[in-house]
């Protein structure tokens, strides 16, 4: 990919073109929202023979599916766990990566009858599809069947004494599989393959706690005699080979040439305009929303006749998008209005299936969802994929444009920027968006908050020994187990330790999706109805009383929440704002791990403990005009973590030309817009981790920037950004002074969870602040 080539995709006859000048026509003239169009070459595909050991029962079914010859990597990668090597393909969206495993394991189940394999996914609609596929199939020998938590209970054992190839995720391996490993013992002796397929998806906190879940089911394997060959399915990421060898505890072998063809995609970067008519937050400047934006074009792309995605950050955010795009249509044909829909995690089974027949079958033209769908049914060959805010990382950018394009047939990929710093770089820096280097994912299986409730799973399951301690989560997990052991859970014997509640195992306390714990049920006041579900950690700022909650387009409003009984309760209203949480928060330093000198500035990563309260919430309208800010008094809840920090003496910041009256404020900016810039450096979310600045920190004694992981133990975001702390911070300089705002705003230093309603800010202090922290760096340690 090229520099800019606004004009040509613009004036360009392709399909991308036509959509992409579709969607212009719709923005008031004399606006400029597209920062950067250009055009991503299409690339012809590179057929091989089939392996020689493929039978004609497993190649017959596969021609008559379509696919008369593989793709060169799905043969490199089949070969190579044909041959009992563990090894991941890492190649784009539709590359046909499935094809890679399924040749190996639909052979192997074929040829020998006493043969087993289990596929993992990190979706049910992923693994759901995956399944079908299989099953259309119908490759002699072969019994596929799902287990996951939609599985009817009666037909759990046929699964566990008759399927072949179990198709589950992660969260019933943990809790339904190897707690109860004796009754698998026959399914897992003859275990001949484990795929795992979206392997990129396991990185922070859930990569961790499913490293680990493989590692027990690895053991539980070995206790039965078998040694199953590990083939993985990622998104093409920086790596590979590296991170699925540290997700799965073997050597890893990678395939990441993509031999597939690909139509040519017409990629625009877009930044919604400033509202002239609005202010925000202490009178800053406020862009129309990316969700907004994204509505008005999802409803143009279904005018024009274009199956179209439009991926949403958040759940309530799809069900906005959704409702603003068929209020657009129903004013032009109500029938057409019927083609969009919303599609999110929290729905009921029912719901989620109903809405992947109707995307498969094309009665939905137009869909916003989260990133529920970057990895669920197989929907590739849209006509335009439209993203609502940078997903966090370039690989899952690509991923969700991925799904854009038909063969032979190009589409239009489109990446509206949010208010938010990040995203506001990344549609003026189109080399750090198109063509930079993929991240590599982060995550750390020895972290003691997630090492020992699997330690005390693996004892329960069977008793630990040494070296199974160290395979687990190598010599420093010996003192965990230690912990573990002064804690009663486990008792230490001659043969090893075991597990000291055998009537009560331990599985079901262990959160892997690291949400906290048991999920929210959020139930209908008037009716008792089950509306669906919300992660725990995020319940005192989602669904406080006096929240505002969508399900399925239709708004709510919460009466209670009650975080000891996991339940909320909720009425129909529709009111005219929306709300935002806010929340206060204090950092205590536990232990310095690291600490280097660039002259008088300190660089320092350690343990925190961080302190946090949802303090009360904001009522805005859509314009993003607040109303009033409503108290509450809600549970305070601490967190040990890790964290980065950086400090100066107060003498420095003088020199840097700041007063002390405005070091509060230049700090306070520096540290939101460090937050809102990590994600460039780390695959996180902004929402995965938080800050806190202080004009003097008592463990510090000086002015001190904190930037801490938002999960127990840390998920290796504070330690990626001590690692790349002068690319991190220098970025963050330049989308502060790039901003064309005059004193700071959403785009640049303006946090829309920060808990002290963005005041005070100094945009200007916070460029001093970096100059100096980054002149300091320039000069080296010392």
């Known amino acids: 990919m090229g520099g800019n080539h606004s004009d040509d995709v613009l004036e360009g ?35 091989e023979g089939w392996p020689a050991w493929v039978p004609e029962a497993v190649r017959a079914p596969l021609t008559a599916h379509g696919v008369t010859q593989p793709w060169s990597h799905q043969v490199a990668a089949a070969e190579r766990a044909w041959a009992g090597e563990h090894v991941v393909v890492a190649t784009g969206t539709a590359s046909g990566k499935s094809l890679a495993y399924q040749l190996p394991v639909l052979t192997r189940l074929h040829t020998d009858p006493r043969a087993t394999a289990l596929y993992l996914s990190p979706t049910k609609a992923l693994g759901a599809d995956q399944l079908r596929t299989v099953l259309d199939l119908d490759v002699e020998g072969v019994r596929a069947a799902s287990y996951d938590g939609d599985t009817p209970i009666p037909e759990r054992d046929w699964v566990r004494q008759h399927a072949t190839w179990v198709f589950t995720n992660p969260d019933m391996l943990h809790r339904g599989v190897l707690p109860r490993h004796g009754r698998w013992t026959t399914f897992l002796r003859r275990l001949r393959y484990v795929v795992v397929d979206e392997c990129h998806t396991y990185r922070g906190l859930f990569g961790s706690h499913v490293a680990l879940l493989l590692r027990r089911l690895r053991r539980v394997c070995a206790r039965y005699g078998a040694h199953p060959t590990f083939v993985l399915a990622s998104a093409t990421v920086s790596e590979p080979a590296r991170s699925a060898s540290v997700l799965t505890g073997l050597d890893v072998a990678d395939v990441t ?14 930044e919604p305009p400033l509202l002239e008519e609005v202010t925000g937050e202490n009178g800053a400047p406020v862009r129309r929303s990316a969700g907004a934006e994204t509505s008005r074009m999802l409803a143009d792309l279904v005018l024009e ?11 309530r955010g799809a069900e906005l998008t959704a ?58 060959g849209l006509d335009a994929v439209v993203v609502a805010g940078f997903p966090g990382t370039r690989a ?35 080399e750090a968006m198109l063509g930079a280097p993929l991240e590599r994912c982060v995550l750390d299986p020895t972290n003691p908050y997630v090492l020992a409730p699997h330690l005390a799973c693996a004892a329960s399951e069977i008793p630990l020994t040494r070296e199974d301690v160290e395979a687990l989560g190598g010599a420093s997990a010996l003192s965990v187990v230690d912990d573990l052991v002064a804690e009663g859970l486990l008792r230490r014997r001659r043969g090893g330790w075991f597990w000291w509640h055998p009537s009560d195992r331990p599985h079901a306390g262990v959160d892997i999706r690291g949400s906290g714990g048991e999920q929210v049920v959020l139930v209908e006041s008037d009716t008792g109805r089950m509306l669906g579900t919300v992660d725990p950690g995020t319940a005192p700022a989602t669904i406080h009383p006096g929240a505002v909650h969508l399900h399925q387009g239709e708004s709510y409003v919460v ?6 009984e996991g339940i909320a309760h909720l009425h129909a209203e529709d009111p005219e704002w929306t709300t935002q949480a806010r929340s206060v928060i204090d950092i205590t330093v536990e232990e310095t791990e690291q600490c280097a000198s660039y002259g008088d500035l300190q660089v320092c990563l350690g343990s925190v403990e961080v302190t946090e309260q949802v303090v009360g919430f904001l009522r805005k309208l859509p314009s993003g005009r607040v109303i009033d800010s ?3 008094d809600m549970p305070a809840r601490c967190l040990r973590t890790r964290a980065v920090w950086y400090t100066l003496p107060e003498s420095a910041l003088v020199v840097a030309g700041l007063p002390p009256a405005r070091w509060p404020g230049a700090l306070h900016a520096a540290e939101h817009a460090a937050i809102g810039m990590l994600p460039l450096v780390a695959t996180c979310d902004r929402w995965d981790i938080g800050g806190v600045s202080t004009a003097l920190h008592p463990d510090t004694g000086r002015p001190t920037v904190f930037v801490h992981d938002g999960h127990p133990g840390g998920a290796g975001f504070a330690d990626r950004a001590h690692e790349a702390i002068r690319e991190w911070l220098a970025a963050t300089r330049d989308a502060i002074s790039a901003c064309e705002c005059p004193s700071g705003c959403p785009s640049c230093v303006q946090s829309p969870k920060c808990g002290n309603g963005n005041d005070p800010l100094d945009k200007t202090g916070a460029i001093l602040v970096l100059d100096a922290v980054l002149g300091r760096l320039a000069e080296g340690p010392g």
Not at 257 to 270: C, K, Q
Not at 559 to 564: A, W
């Open 630 to 632: 409503v108290p509450l």
């Open 396 to 430: 899952s950018f690509w991923q969700q444009a991925g799904r854009a394009g038909r063969s032979g047939d190009d589409a239009l990929v489109v990446l509206v920027a949010r208010d938010d710093p990040l995203d506001t770089y990344l549609v003026h820096h189109p």
């Open 323 to 380: 409702l603003g795009a068929r209020r657009v249509l129903a004013e032009v044909d109500p029938d057409l209005a019927e083609q969009v829909a919303a599609y999110r995690a929290g729905y009921l089974p029912e719901e989620r299936r109903a809405l992947e027949q109707a995307l498969l079958s094309g009665s939905l033209r137009g869909v916003a969802t989260t990133n529920a769908l970057e990895l669920g049914v197989d929907i590739a």
């Open 257 to 270: 040439e993509d031999s597939s063809p690909r139509g040519a995609r017409a990629v625009a970067l877009w």
């Open 559 to 564: 009466d209670s929440l009650d975080l000891d």
């Open 305 to 315: 006749g274009a199956r179209s995605l439009a991926f949403v950050r958040s759940r």
């Open 13 to 47: 006859p392709s399909r991308g073109s036509v959509l992409l000048r579709r969607v212009l026509a719709g923005t008031p003239a004399g606006e400029s929202p597209l920062t950067h169009a250009e055009f991503v070459a299409a690339r012809e595909g590179k057929t």
